[in-house]
């Protein structure tokens, strides 16, 4: 059903090949498709470039994700000006910043190895600067002001890598984090906060526990804080 990456952005080949079987009649209206990691292994891609395909996908209509039970195509693509439609604005999506489930793969293997130091070496004014954004992330859930809520979370996380003192770490977390502000993310990161309430408890749980543990010094409470933090955002996509 599905060819094997050509030369091109590996999220685009992907979306390119999941329309081609819409097109094709292969996929039609309510199927489900296959697993991320099925997929993946079909076009020779990994599942951070199969992500930002699906998301995509998904926020130009063309497939609908029902929670705990797959991914399905919610778009026939019959018509050539709702084809060009999906076509220019999944252009638009893929073609501009890096792939934001690359990003957040990294920072998964970044956050979880350094938040040892953070939680060592945090200084008062590095707790200070880290409870300042979990209040913000607590005050905007309340206003369901998601825009600042995101920004108020990449702060938090920007802030427990300044807390290491290393600044090649700090700089490194900020990197990662700005990247995936540039990208695809926040529109992804936007729909699930509106569609999964859940998403919004969890969050708040999760960062009300890091920073607890930071606070006390438990480098282990810490990472096993973070470490389900990014599960539940993990799971979120599959």
Known sequence: MFERLAAKKKSEHVAEQIIGAIEKGTLGVGDKIPPEDELARAMGVSRPSVREALGALRLVGVLQTKVGNGTYISHSLQDAQGKMRVSSQLFSLLKNGENPFEALEARRALECTIIKYATERRTEDDLATIESALKRIVACIDKQDFDAMMQ??????????????????????????????????????????????????????AHQEIFEAIREQDARKALDSLEMHFDDIELLFQ
């Open 152 to 205: 108020a979370d990449m702060d938090f996380h920007i802030a427990i890598g300044w807390a290491t003192q290393n600044t090649v770490l700090g700089q490194a977390v900020k990197s990662l984090v700005d990247l995936m502000d540039q990208s695809l993310w926040p529109r992804i990161k936007k729909e699930l906060l509106q569609t999964k309430p859940q998403h919004i408890d969890e969050t708040l749980r």
